[in-house]
């Protein structure tokens, strides 16, 4: 019985964590998102190079991060 609690308490706990993990998600999607427009090709202003060139491994990780979230929401139960 002592077991079946711990469980049902542990399954609590993790039910709780979802709504944090989908809001980083949120976050990671915006972010990736505004770091891919304001890198490219636009007309009305010219991105130095060097700031598309340092944008690709923040991007690299930051799609890195949002696939490890998937991951967790995979795995954590819903509500």
Known sequence: MAKKKALTDER??????RPLWESI????DSIIG???MTTSQQVS??????VVFD???ILRNLKA??????ELLFLYPRG
């Open 12 to 17: 609590k706990e993790l039910i709780e964590y």
């Open 25 to 28: 998600q949120r976050d990671l």
């Open 34 to 36: 505004e770091i891919e």
């Open 45 to 50: 202003k010219k991105v130095p190079r060097d």
């Open 55 to 57: 944008s690709v491994p």
């Open 65 to 70: 991060a949002r696939k490890h979230t998937d």
